[in-house]
């Protein structure tokens, strides 16, 4: 029931204002103007009568204050035109509380905004993002409560709302600059750094968009006038980001320039130091030939080069630079759906993962980067071959330690940086030692561990020979340099050449020099870490690509390592330039160089530890997609997904361990059906891969069927219906009910009477759907899965919706939306929202219909759903076709056929979607006729923005 006053809104962002119904209410008096905003800063909460009368009178209170301040609140309800109980304005046990709708605050809605923003950050949502951070920004009216005369609220809230205010508009900018808007921003950033000289993060800011604009001397002009600044008023220097951002334009990071939306390449986290020839071979190579593969012993630099040159050519490729990094990859058959993600690709069908590769790239000019082939060259070899032949526009450039032998290849051997001469009868005449590479390498990467170090004439002979004791190998280098913080050059070489003389006598005939150079230098390296980083060292080997301090701590601590200890020795490993520290996202996370992981996986099997260390990594990660498959479709469920998209590399190397280990089987299924019940293989576009995965995992099932396993032939059967697979999904939904025929009925998982419901509504249009969908929820419910009781609603509403009377559709939807509300989660309530639209498009209002889709369309677009908008576009035409805009509901037809090409999605095979989208069609082309309807269809398919277009104005 609606309170009274529930037409009121509230402005503190900037000077106060009451409105009701749009008109402004006057409050003229000031101490109720500081009453008021004292409760709206903690809207629908109890704010005690000894907080209100601080606000109101500091710390010296009148006699009788608190009956004054009940005074003013019988004034505020007779100025708010309500009385007592029945308006806003509570009063309760210990103060007062006011009530007011999320929608009628504007604090309230700049917080929704930015977290809704927050989330689209974090699924790559950028444009999006930056759409919902300017909508925040433009509820700022002003200083906010600068006529509010209280010295408290002044003191205490304002500067925090300012701050609040300030980091939406970083933000902003963030977003903006990785959208390659950095012309747009530049007055605005050179305004802000006149008002705030000491917020740095606007200073990198206005740097990074001169330095796109090619202004580079000014944007080291700002870094200078920074400096200043902060040496006199504070007497610092600017920090760590600042400093790395001007380092990186000294060094003309290619990087710094390239637009967010040409590819993935990553930034450069150090220096590139020298190597311009073999830049420019590779440069020339790539104009001329299809494949470069960088060749040469780990260590020597392929991936830097790789990365530098890619950044480099990328202006010349429109289709863009992008990486797929293969270190992480075990499995040869998830070599083309690595790629895919890698490029960006978000199809759900069950078309072979190569037809989709060579669809998307046969049109564009494109560069393709394959960063560590050496363990799947066979597989890369192949895929490079086909993708070659079909993808005229393509460009590959390859690193790997050996050729791939495909036919029109160009092999660049990656030689060691330059080293001086180790002896010279006149230095005076010798050119400066930093002309060559390995010595530039060696005293920048020093000036980090040792800012004092200098390369004089007492020490350069030393320094020449180090270098040329390390062969220029750039690994080799960079963990000799983290040692001048603590040793001499020369007590380095004396050590090295002590390690050297052990494996020239041991390993002279089977190694190169180099290999021996590198394995020497990390043998070193290992030496001289403690006992306890050197176990850590092993036990982080497992890991594939990044980790986390939690996932670390849990898998790597116990029998010699203390779970508190682990944090000090990340730090340890990281200071000796082990580890790789990468805190973007205010998330810090952790990697191993290949080689270093390699080096660590040869210690851990030596140790005899690899079966049991591996173990331990896959129960941490198979606990990880339990608690997401139990904590799916509540508030945390955007998170979650950030999360599993980040350790996708460690869910693939759990699930690749299972399936090749003896007796493991079992656990890898649970991994992939709890990732499943997460809808994260949806969410990723990898939907083909959950297949895979499930499909392996069946493959190793015992013959004596279980609930587990009945369940994950329920999901491939349910995958199969997503994907469009008619046939498939027919045989697994056979095989499904011949498994859970030999179970008890009490055990027949609850999943397996939820894709026969499924069944019956996608493929047969049938009513019977509606009571096997309900009783599956009921029983999921029961079991206590939220999360798939919840999937199982969607599906029931869904079916009633189609299916049912407008009743039992309405009062479906309605549970539904109820249920989505209960359980705060934002994927959810965008479904809920969706399923409530669908519902009233077939059997109530269709304009209610189209505005409850948008909403539903904008949430899911927040948080970068990839599944849901095909659908949302797709019913939203009908139901704008509903409505008599014909034209309109073309054109988003032609959207969401768009959309569904993208996605891979296919409406053959789901009866009541293709049902009703041939009614919207013919309806569409009766109104418009045959050539109106294919414009507007043709407009629509055209149309990149699909959620301006959605939400356009009629």
């Known amino acids: 029931m609606e309170t009274r006053g529930s037409d009121l809104e509230f402005r503190i ?73 029945e308006g806003p304005l509570l009063t309760c046990p210990r103060g007062y509380l006011l009530r007011v709708a999320d929608d009628r605050l504007d604090l309230h809605r700049f917080e929704a905004l930015t977290l809704r923003a927050r989330a689209a950050f974090a699924a790559d949502a950028t444009e999006r993002a930056a759409a919902l951070l300017a909508e925040a920004l433009g509820l700022w009216r002003g200083e906010p409560l600068q006529d509010v005369p209280s010295e408290t609220l002044r003191r205490e809230v304002v500067p ?39 917020r740095e993060r606007f200073w990198a800011q206005r740097m990074l968009a001169l330095c796109r604009s090619g202004r580079q001397a000014e944007a080291l002009r700002c870094y200078q006038s920074l400096s200043e600044v902060l040496a006199e008023e504070l007497g610092v220097d600017p920090g760590t980001e600042v400093r790395k951002l001007h380092q990186r334009i000294l060094d003309d990071d290619p990087a710094l320039t390239a637009r967010r939306s040409s590819g993935n390449l990553p930034g450069e986290m150090t220096t590139f130091v020298g190597r311009q020839r073999q830049l420019d071979d590779a440069a020339r190579l790539l104009e001329t030939s299809r494949l470069v593969t960088l060749t040469g ?66 049109d564009s000019r494109t560069l393709l980067v394959l960063d560590n082939c050496e363990h799947l060259v066979n597989a890369a070899a192949t895929l490079v071959t086909a993708l070659l032949r079909s993808a005229p526009g393509l460009r590959v450039l390859a690193t790997s330690r050996q050729r791939l032998g495909v036919q029109g290849e160009h092999v660049l051997p990656v030689p060691p940086l330059s080293v001086p001469p180790t002896t010279s009868a006149d230095t005076d005449a010798e050119p400066a030692l930093t002309h060559y590479e390995a010595v530039r390498l060696l005293a920048d990467r020093a000036a980090a561990s ?23 190998v750039p690994l080799a280098i960079e963990l000799a340099a983290v040692r001048l913080g603590t040793l001499s050059v020369q007590e380095i070489l004396d050590r090295l050449d002590d390690r050297f003389r052990l494996l020239a006598d041991t390993d002279a005939e089977n190694s190169p020099r180099h290999h021996r150079t590198l394995g020497g230098v990390v043998d070193w390296s290992h030496d001289l870490c403690t006992e306890h980083e050197r176990l850590l060292w092993a036990r982080l080997s497992v890991f594939a690509g990044e980790f986390d301090l939690e996932a670390a701590e849990v898998v790597c601590s116990g029998t010699g390592i203390d779970r508190h200890d682990v944090l000090d020795l990340l730090t340890g490993l990281a200071n000796k330039s082990i580890l790789v520290v990468n805190g973007q996202d205010g998330r810090t996370r952790y990697s191993l160089l290949e080689t270093i992981r390699r080096y660590g996986r040869r210690r851990l099997i030596d140790l005899g530890q690899e079966t049991v260390m591996r173990r331990r990594h896959r129960d941490h990660f198979r606990s990880t997609a339990a608690r997401a498959a139990a904590d799916w479709c509540g508030p945390h469920e955007v998170g979650w997904l950030s999360r599993l998209r980040q350790e996708l590399p460690n869910l693939r190397a759990a699930l690749d ?31 083909g891969e959950g297949r895979h995965w499930l499909e392996r995992g069946l493959a190793l099932s015992p013959r004596r069927p279980d609930p587990l396993q009945v369940g994950a032939v329920a999901m491939v059967a349910w995958i199969a219906l997503c994907q469009g697979d008619r046939q498939g999904a027919d045989a697994f939904m056979a095989r499904c009910r011949r498994l859970a025929a030999q179970l008890p009925d009490t055990d027949v998982p609850a999943a397996v009477t939820c894709v026969e419901g499924a069944h019956a509504m996608l493929v047969h249009g049938s009513p019977r759907s509606i009571p096997l969908l309900a009783q599956a929820r009921d029983r999921f419910l029961a079991d206590g899965a939220i999360g798939d009781a919840h999937m199982a609603t969607m599906l029931w509403a869904m079916a009633c919706a189609f299916l049912g009377d407008r009743e039992l559709a309405v009062t479906a939807a309605e549970t539904y939306l109820a249920d989505a509300e209960a359980l705060g989660g934002t994927w959810a309530h965008s479904w809920a929202l969706w399923g409530l639209g669908l519902a009233e ?72 979607f293709h049902d009703a989208h041939a009614e919207a069609e013919r309806l569409m082309k009766n109104a418009l006729g045959a050539c109106g309807y294919s414009l ?15 939400c356009a104005p009629p």
């Open 297 to 362: 012993v780990g260590g020597v630099g392929k991936t830097r080069l790789a990365l530098r040159l890619a950044a480099q050519v990328s202006p010349t490729f429109p289709g863009g630079a992008w990486l797929a990094d293969l270190a992480p990859l075990t499995d040869p058959a998830l070599l083309d759906r690595t790629v895919a993600q890698a490029l960006g690709i978000r199809d759900h069908s069950a078309r072979p993962c190569l037809d989709i590769l060579v669809e998307h790239l046969s």
């Open 657 to 687: 361990f299972c399936l090749t280990e003896p007796g493991e089987a079992r656990s890898g299924l649970e991994i992939t059906v709890n990732l499943t019940r997460t809808r994260f293989w949806f969410f990723d576009s990898t939907i």
């Open 450 to 472: 040792a800012p004092d170090f200098r390369i004089t004439r007492h020490n350069r002979d030393v320094v020449a020979q180090l270098c040329g004791r390390l062969d220029g």
């Open 13 to 85: 962002l900037g000077p106060f204002e009451v409105l009701r119904d749009g008109v402004p209410v006057p409050i003229r008096a000031a101490k109720l103007r500081t009453l008021l905003v004292s409760l709206l800063l903690d809207a629908n909460k109890t704010v005690s009568v000894e907080t209100l009368t601080n606000h109101l009178w500091g710390d010296d209170p009148p006699t009788g204050a608190r009956n004054t301040l009940q005074n003013y609140v019988l004034r505020i309800r007779r100025l708010l035109g309500c009385a007592g109980d």
């Open 160 to 198: 925090v709302l300012a701050e609040r205010g300030l980091d939406a508009l970083q933000s902003r900018i963030e977003a903006d600059l990785a959208l390659g808007r950095h012309e747009e921003v530049l007055a605005e950033l050179r305004r802000l750094t006149a008002a705030y000289p000491l």
């Open 936 to 950: 507007a269809f043709e407009r629509g398919a055209r149309n990149t923005d699909v959620i301006g277009l959605a």
């Open 841 to 912: 498009s077939r059997h109530g209002d269709p304009v209610r219909a189209a505005t409850l889709f948008r909403d539903s369309l904008r949430r899911q677009y927040d948080i970068d759903d990839r599944w849901g908008p095909v659908w949302g576009l797709e019913t939203l035409a009908w139901t704008v076709a509903a409505t008599g805009r014909h034209d309109r509901a073309a054109e988003l037809l032609g959207a969401a056929h768009r959309l569904r090409r993208t996605t891979g999605v296919a409406l053959i095979g789901l009866r009541p």
